[in-house]
């Protein structure tokens, strides 16, 4: 029988990087707001004017564009990155998935500590870098239908489910709609795939996604 071989990516690294660059820099302090928020409340609209950058302290974001998801975003993940590569208006919407604090901080204040602390700068490319990589990964041709699944299906267990040696458990918020729309493939074919996945005894990885319609 064969298996699937899948990498956890780590895809939040940079960004957690620079979010200790910015608020844990004892050195360069910049000022920054607390804010917590309801599931299914916007954060930034698609249009808005944005001269705010967010980073999330706890909870799940989605990131939308013309309906489409483009990002699921975590714990130290950054919302509001066109604030400061010269966006005037944002091109997605934001919004929560669970209840959700997050990290308010001027545009201007970030780009004033860039220009003073220029490192920042190598930080930001890597965050900018990483998140075009993990976009064309998700959309390569070269994977099957069933490594991307399992892979967003490990991606959303290590953000808001369950994780151990044997089992992966996504939680009800990551319905199998939105992981189809996130993989730009069939509800179908991912309900498949679930089943399989939920039925395949594997050496390496017993997947039970756990998932409402």
Not at 59 to 78: A, C
Not at 80 to 106: C, D, F, P, Q, V
Not at 180 to 202: D, M, P, Q, W
């Amino acid at each position: 029988m064969t298996y699937l071989e899948v990498v956890n990516e780590n895809t939040s690294f940079p960004e957690g990087q620079f979010k200790e660059y910015l608020l844990d820099d004892t050195t360069y302090t910049i000022p920054f707001e607390t804010i917590c928020l309801e599931p299914k409340e916007i954060i930034i609209k698609e249009q808005q004017e944005i001269d705010q950058m967010y980073v999330i302290a706890s909870g799940v974001v989605i990131e939308k564009q013309n309906e489409n998801i483009i990002h699921f975003l975590g714990k130290n993940e950054l919302i509001g990155l066109g604030a400061i590569t010269g966006r005037e208006n944002a091109t997605t919407t934001s919004m929560t998935l669970t209840k959700t604090k997050l990290y308010k901080i001027a545009a201007k204040d970030i780009l004033e500590k860039l220009r003073g602390r220029h490192y920042g700068m190598g930080i930001l490319a890597d965050v900018l870098n990483t998140r075009i990589t993990s976009l064309g990964n998700r959309l390569s041709t070269n994977k099957s239908n069933s490594e991307k699944v399992l892979q967003a299906i490990i991606k959303l267990a290590s953000m808001y489910g369950e994780q151990d040696e044997n089992k992966i458990r996504v939680t009800k918020y990551f319905t199998k709609q939105m992981i189809a729309n996130y993989l730009h493939i069939s509800y179908s074919s991912v309900a498949s795939i679930y089943k399989k996945l939920s039925e395949k005894k594997s050496s390496t990885t017993n997947c039970m996604a756990q998932s409402s319609i």
